[in-house]
RNA sequence: GGGCCGUUAGCUCAGCUGGUUAGAGCGCAUGCUUGAUAAGCAUGAGGUCCCUGGUUCGAUCCCAGGACGGCCCA
């Protein structure tokens, strides 16, 4: 019976409704949400009528268009996003073009394996660049949806790809600026060639192989002006005194198994930071690494006696004798000195080695290259000339114990580099090849100083940039290959010397923007010949074009070039954001073009976030299958949630990613999305018209809009600095202090009062002021969510804006300060009402209370009036000031049964029965039960 | 092996220039609610602030060394 009667009360209430469901359900309605972006060009529109307010520009580093986005590079790209929806919001013409760098070497392998093609040389150039060209637009469609999936915005309809003409024609345009300022020049490299394809290898191409090799341990002897200057280095004292005569010939031992490449040495070089002895042996001293004695020198070392020593840096650039050829061999210092075999005097040829090549050019070393393509010895290699190298090293073996230069040979097996076409041992070689100068124009100096009018987050990075910049070895500009960017240089066939004119270039440049670089490999040389050309080195007229492509780090390094600086976009960029690798890959291509070419960084601001790695803190990888692909994430658990971990994370460290992860940042966005539904079931009745301005709120409602303002401007705040962290814990915060205090509070006045009461009407425009404020806050980073709830809200309350997207902080008003004692009084509130709420019997609506506080505080509770009673979710409430001392200001604090019984309806504890209609509710509520029904008392 | 970075409750993170009973959210436990209900509220238990030294009246915070982890390079 009485369930009856209350079942009818019941529906006489105003009890929550909306159609934003209480599940997510997030993979399957999110593409309707981008599905709706695009129609309505929601970010385009924005963009547009930001136009006039300032712009400010995030320039996208171009992922490799090749393979799916993991969640390393879905925690980048949501990170653009979000400060790029920041800036939109904010009424910044955030125009966000997404780029693509789409040539290289890997797409060439890649396609190349698809076809089922062993040598590159057999397939026609402009068919292989055809089907790289495919294969590039591949996936970048595959990436593009991809992207789109994550619900960024940008314009993805247009984005910049390096294969595009105009992209082409910029990079080759950047050759000819280079060239123009005498920035570039042809020198030798060391670089993997197979002796038997005639070819150079790159890494991706080269299989590890036993192979047993001759291990030798070979005398570098000084003659006796060097042996001078070592021993006065390396001698203690004591026996300097004595008489250096005593010590016999000087070397240095070396220790290689590659005969070979000893006609190519120039050079040893030893460790800064190690110790090298001095050791007699017999009628001779020898030197080598300390640590490494017992093992270089054998069963010669108990004989040894150590006469003297120096750290490695002490012996810089003294020199000893070449044991084969007419020339000296000078001590140099390396850090990848090896200190686990050898001798720690690692015979250097700067021809046959990547290191050695380095080393070389650091000391500006010759870079000899006594090997032809074929593998055998050139005239440059004196008695060695016409021999196959492998063929030659038991002859340089032989001559070496001729002439008492070898201490020890033996045989030796290793892994070794191989073709992995032919299986034949690989060789490093130096080959001519186009070099940026770093030092020309004093090039590396202008990038170290235009650091500093970089900011860095962190700050650290500067120090990491520099650095970079600092050992940037010479930027060797040129491949061998097809999948890429023609460097216009031509041979001169009268002389044979390669020029990169910058006349040639830019022709090429004009001719690439409407053909595309294709016309390098169909065009005749003859339209890249400007009128009267002739070869610099010798005057001849016949050219041939040069068949190399520019390194891709070339290519992404201008992108700045290509995108910014037109179309309402500036250059500088305002913030690049990169993981934190890029400070050798991007960050650092970008600076070295835009500083040799316009002189400052291309951008303002270098931002890193940090790397993904799996639940354990280790690396993901593909090969364990620890790896996460971001289409199964967001097909699993949806964009929204992995958005918000990626907001939940300190995005400058290295992170964690994977399912438990995820599972506890999903219940976060439950709870966000709990108290979205809680807002928006509360205003399906509220017309425009009913909503009050906030001077006709009641005090309750004031405060929770300050509330609010304060949460906006302290979000927006921390996006301005970048720190998306910090926001998303304001978020949590925010939305956890609405519900416990403020929610709670609103649900008796909301429910039960008459639809168009005046209290109901307060309560629900602050809540629409709460609700669309709070959503525009978050939409950065829950962009699926805020929108689901904007559209969730009526179109009449909408107003103009018809997305989340179009709504603004607006916060610029607004001050901080001003916020203070609001914050104070609902700092107040929440320890009041948590009173209440810990008390167990009487409890909330069973209780009256009976509060005394001192004068200060019921100043400021006394000007809430009724809204403090609903504040503190009591029946009745009485308030009185006292005198005594109270750090809260609480002095007493009386939880009493309240008067009179529950009502039926409201559940507040009033005087029941004034209308004889209605025994078990009280007369406010018989009211609005009388006008529900029409019936007057 | 080198350069750089990190290490605070089970998890994600706060802790401003050295002095706090070292905090929050999630999880967990307990209680309440059942008119936000595959929701909501309250209370509580969880920490040798990686380790070892040093500076200091006093260090999670400064310095040195080490351990573990990561990125880049070798």
Same mark, same amino acid.
């Given at each position: 019976?009485?369930q009856?009667?209350?079942?009818?009360?019941?529906?006489?209430?105003?009890?929550?409704?909306?159609?934003?469901a209480?599940r997510?359900?997030?993979?399957k309605r999110?593409?309707?949400?981008i599905?709706?972006?695009?129609?309505?060009?929601?970010?385009?529109?924005?963009?547009?009528?930001?136009?006039?307010?300032?712009?400010?520009t995030?320039h996208?580093g171009?992922?490799?268009a090749?393979?799916?986005?993991?969640?390393?590079?879905?925690?980048?790209?949501v990170?653009?996003?979000?400060?790029?929806?920041?800036a939109?919001?904010d009424?910044?013409f955030?125009?966000?073009?997404?780029?693509w760098?789409?040539?290289?070497?890997?797409?060439?392998?890649?396609?190349?394996?698809?076809?089922?093609?062993?040598?590159?040389?057999?397939?026609d150039?402009?068919?292989?660049?055809?089907?790289?060209?495919e294969r590039?637009?591949?996936?970048?469609?595959?990436?593009?949806?991809?992207?789109?999936?994550?619900?960024?915005?940008?314009?993805?309809?247009?984005?910049?790809?390096?294969?595009d003409?105009?992209?082409?024609?910029?990079?080759v345009n950047?050759?000819?600026?280079?060239?123009?300022?005498?920035?570039?020049y042809?020198?030798?490299?060391?670089?993997?060639?197979?002796?038997?394809?005639?070819?150079?290898?790159?890494?991706?191409?080269i299989?590890?192989?036993?192979?047993l090799?001759?291990?030798?341990y070979?005398?570098?002897?000084?003659?006796?002006?060097?042996?001078?200057?070592?021993?006065?280095v390396?001698?203690?004292?004591?026996?300097?005194?004595?008489?250096?005569g005593?010590?016999?010939?000087?070397?240095?031992?070396?220790?290689?198994t590659t005969?070979?490449?000893?006609?190519?040495?120039?050079a040893?070089?030893?460790?800064?930071?190690?110790?090298?002895?001095?050791?007699?042996v017999?009628?001779?001293?020898?030197?080598?690494?300390?640590?490494?004695a017992?093992?270089?020198?054998?069963?010669?070392?108990?004989?040894a006696?150590?006469?003297?020593?120096?750290?490695g840096?002490?012996?810089?650039n003294?020199?000893v004798?070449h044991?084969?050829?007419?020339?000296?061999s000078?001590?140099?210092?390396?850090?990848?000195?090896?200190?686990?075999?050898g001798?720690?005097?690692?015979?250097?040829a700067?021809?046959?080695?990547?290191?050695d090549?380095?080393?070389?050019?650091?000391?500006?070393?010759?870079?000899?290259?006594?090997?032809?393509a074929?593998?055998?010895?050139?005239?440059?290699?004196?008695?060695?000339?016409?021999?196959?190298?492998?063929?030659?090293?038991?002859?340089?073996v032989?001559?070496?114990?001729?002439?008492?230069?070898?201490?020890?040979a033996?045989?030796?097996e290793?892994?070794?580099?191989?073709?992995?076409?032919?299986?034949?041992?690989?060789?490093?070689r130096?080959?001519?090849?186009?070099?940026?100068?770093?030092?020309?124009?004093?090039?590396?100096?202008?990038?170290?100083?235009?650091?500093?009018a970089?900011?860095?987050?962190?700050?650290?990075?500067?120090?990491?940039q520099r650095?970079?910049?600092?050992?940037?070895?010479?930027w060797?500009?040129?491949?061998?290959r097809?999948?890429?960017?023609?460097?216009?240089?031509?041979?001169?066939?009268?002389?044979?010397?390669?020029v990169l004119?910058?006349?040639?270039?830019?022709?090429?440049?004009?001719?690439?923007?409407?053909a595309?670089?294709?016309?390098?490999?169909?065009?005749?040389?003859?339209?890249?010949?400007?009128?009267?050309?002739?070869?610099?080195?010798?005057?001849?007229t016949?050219?041939?074009?040069?068949?190399?492509?520019?390194?891709i780090?070339?290519?992404?390094?201008?992108?700045?070039?290509?995108?910014?600086?037109?179309?309402?976009l500036?250059?500088?960029s305002?913030?690049?954001?990169?993981?934190?690798?890029q400070?050798?890959?991007?960050?650092?291509?970008?600076?070295?073009?835009?500083?040799?070419?316009?002189?400052?960084?291309?951008?303002?601001?270098?931002?890193?976030?940090?790397?993904?790695?799996?639940?354990?803190?280790?690396?993901?990888?593909?090969?364990?299958?620890?790896?996460?692909?971001?289409a199964?994430?967001?097909?699993?658990?949806?964009? =929204?949630?992995? *958005?918000?971990?990626?907001? %939940?994370?300190? #995005?400058?460290?290295?992170? $964690? @990613?994977?399912?438990? &992860?995820?599972?506890?940042?999903?219940?976060?966005?439950?709870?966000?999305?709990?108290?979205i539904?809680f807002?928006?079931?509360n205003?399906?009745d509220?017309?425009?018209?009913?909503v009050?301005?906030?001077?006709e709120?009641?005090?309750?409602?004031?405060?929770?809009?300050?509330v609010?303002?304060?949460f906006?401007?302290?979000?927006?705040?921390?996006?301005d600095r970048?720190?998306?962290?910090?926001?998303?814990l304001r978020?949590?915060?925010?939305?956890s202090?609405?519900?416990?205090?403020?929610?709670?509070?609103l649900?008796d006045?909301l429910?039960?009062?008459?639809?168009? =009461?005046?209290? *109901?009407?307060?309560a629900? %425009?602050?809540? #629409?002021?709460?609700?669309? $404020? @709070?959503?525009?806050a &978050?939409?950065?980073?829950?962009?699926?969510?805020?929108?689901?709830?904007?559209?969730s809200?009526?179109?009449?309350?909408?107003?103009?804006?018809e997305s989340?997207?179009?709504t603004?902080?607006?916060?610029?008003?607004l001050?901080?300060?001003?916020?203070?004692?609001?914050?104070?009084?609902?700092?107040?509130?929440?320890?009041?009402?948590?009173?209440?709420?810990?008390?167990?019997?009487?409890?909330?609506f069973?209780?009256q209370?009976?509060?005394?506080v001192?004068?200060g505080?019921?100043?400021?509770?006394?000007?809430?009036?009724?809204?403090?009673?609903?504040?503190?979710?009591?029946s009745q409430?009485?308030?009185?000031?006292?005198?005594?001392?109270?750090?809260?200001?609480?002095?007493?604090?009386?939880?009493?049964?309240?008067?009179?019984a529950?009502?039926?309806?409201?559940?507040?504890?009033?005087?029941?029965g004034?209308?004889?209609?209605?025994?078990?509710?009280?007369a406010?509520?018989?009211?609005?039960?009388?006008?529900?029904?029409?019936?007057?008392?």
């Amino acid at each position: 019976m009485n369930q009856g009667t209350t079942m009818d009360y019941r529906d006489t209430l105003n009890l929550p409704k909306t159609a934003f469901a209480m599940r997510a359900d997030l993979p399957k309605r999110e593409p309707d949400r981008i599905e709706w972006w695009r129609e309505h060009r929601t970010y385009e529109r924005r963009l547009q009528r930001n136009a006039s307010g300032g712009s400010w520009t995030l320039h996208d580093g171009p992922p490799y268009a090749n393979g799916d986005v993991h969640m390393g590079t879905f925690f980048n790209m949501v990170l653009k996003d979000m400060f790029v929806k920041i800036a939109l919001l904010d009424g910044k013409f955030a125009k966000f073009v997404p780029g693509w760098d789409m040539h290289g070497l890997p797409i060439e392998y890649e396609t190349l394996k698809h076809l089922g093609v062993q040598d590159f040389h057999s397939i026609d150039p402009l068919e292989l660049r055809a089907k790289c060209k495919e294969r590039a637009l591949y996936w970048l469609d595959r990436q593009r949806a991809q992207r789109i999936r994550m619900g960024n915005f940008g314009l993805f309809e247009h984005p910049y790809r390096t294969i595009d003409p105009s992209f082409e024609a910029t990079i080759v345009n950047a050759l000819a600026d280079l060239a123009d300022r005498q920035q570039i020049y042809k020198g030798l490299r060391s670089t993997l060639w197979c002796i038997h394809d005639e070819t150079a290898l790159a890494e991706a191409e080269i299989e590890y192989e036993q192979r047993l090799s001759p291990s030798i341990y070979v005398r570098f002897t000084a003659n006796d002006e060097q042996r001078r200057r070592i021993l006065n280095v390396m001698l203690r004292q004591a026996q300097e005194d004595t008489g250096s005569g005593a010590v016999g010939p000087v070397s240095v031992l070396i220790w290689t198994t590659t005969p070979w490449t000893l006609p190519a040495n120039v050079a040893i070089a030893l460790r800064p930071g190690a110790s090298y002895g001095l050791y007699q042996v017999g009628g001779e001293a020898v030197i080598v690494a300390e640590s490494l004695a017992p093992h270089a020198l054998g069963d010669r070392f108990a004989q040894a006696k150590l006469i003297g020593r120096a750290r490695g840096d002490r012996l810089d650039n003294l020199a000893v004798r070449h044991p084969l050829m007419d020339r000296d061999s000078v001590i140099v210092l390396a850090d990848y000195v090896d200190m686990e075999t050898g001798t720690g005097a690692v015979h250097t040829a700067p021809g046959h080695g990547a290191d050695d090549f380095d080393t070389g050019m650091k000391y500006g070393l010759p870079i000899l290259n006594p090997v032809d393509a074929t593998g055998h010895f050139t005239a440059e290699a004196g008695p060695y000339a016409g021999l196959q190298i492998f063929a030659a090293n038991p002859v340089i073996v032989d001559d070496l114990r001729r002439n008492g230069a070898l201490w020890s040979a033996a045989e030796y097996e290793h892994s070794y580099p191989h073709c992995w076409r032919c299986h034949n041992p690989v060789i490093f070689r130096a080959t001519a090849q186009w070099f940026l100068a770093m030092d020309q124009n004093l090039l590396r100096q202008h990038a170290i100083d235009a650091i500093d009018a970089v900011e860095y987050t962190p700050e650290w990075g500067r120090v990491r940039q520099r650095q970079m910049i600092e050992t940037h070895p010479e930027w060797c500009l040129s491949r061998q290959r097809t999948w890429g960017t023609p460097i216009p240089a031509l041979i001169c066939t009268a002389c044979n010397e390669s020029v990169l004119d910058p006349r040639v270039v830019r022709l090429a440049a004009r001719r690439f923007a409407e053909a595309g670089a294709n016309a390098w490999w169909s065009d005749p040389v003859e339209v890249y010949l400007p009128e009267k050309f002739v070869c610099p080195s010798c005057g001849g007229t016949a050219f041939a074009k040069e068949m190399n492509i520019v390194d891709i780090w070339f290519e992404s390094g201008v992108t700045h070039l290509a995108v910014l600086g037109r179309d309402g976009l500036a250059w500088p960029s305002d913030l690049v954001l990169e993981g934190g690798d890029q400070f050798r890959g991007w960050f650092r291509s970008s600076l070295v073009t835009a500083v040799a070419i316009k002189g400052r960084a291309p951008y303002r601001h270098v931002m890193k976030n940090g790397w993904v790695n799996d639940e354990q803190g280790r690396p993901m990888s593909k090969s364990l299958g620890t790896g996460i692909d971001a289409a199964d994430a967001m097909a699993k658990w949806g964009a =929204d949630v992995l *958005r918000l971990w990626a907001a %939940s994370v300190e #995005l400058v460290d290295d992170v $964690r @990613f994977g399912p438990h &992860v995820v599972e506890q940042v999903g219940r976060v966005y439950r709870n966000v999305r709990n108290r979205i539904r809680f807002m928006l079931s509360n205003l399906d009745d509220l017309g425009p018209s009913d909503v009050v301005a906030r001077d006709e709120m009641e005090p309750l409602d004031r405060l929770a809009r300050a509330v609010t303002d304060a949460f906006v401007a302290e979000v927006k705040g921390a996006y301005d600095r970048f720190e998306i962290h910090d926001a998303y814990l304001r978020i949590v915060d925010f939305e956890s202090t609405m519900s416990g205090l403020y929610f709670d509070a609103l649900k008796d006045p909301l429910y039960s009062r008459a639809i168009g =009461d005046a209290r *109901r009407r307060s309560a629900q %425009s602050a809540l #629409l002021y709460v609700l669309t $404020r @709070f959503l525009t806050a &978050v939409a950065p980073v829950l962009s699926f969510t805020a929108e689901e709830a904007w559209q969730s809200l009526s179109e009449a309350l909408r107003g103009d804006d018809e997305s989340v997207f179009d709504t603004a902080f607006n916060v610029a008003h607004l001050r901080p300060s001003a916020f203070a004692s609001d914050l104070a009084l609902w700092e107040e509130l929440r320890a009041l009402r948590a009173r209440v709420a810990a008390s167990e019997d009487p409890r909330d609506f069973e209780a009256q209370l009976r509060l005394t506080v001192t004068p200060g505080l019921h100043k400021r509770l006394a000007g809430l009036g009724d809204n403090l009673r609903e504040a503190l979710v009591v029946s009745q409430l009485e308030l009185r000031s006292g005198e005594a001392d109270a750090s809260d200001g609480v002095i007493a604090f009386e939880l009493l049964p309240a008067q009179g019984a529950k009502c039926a309806r409201c559940w507040k504890y009033r005087e029941l029965g004034t209308d004889p209609q209605h025994p078990q509710i009280c007369a406010d509520c018989a009211a609005v039960v009388r006008a529900l029904t029409g019936r007057a008392p």
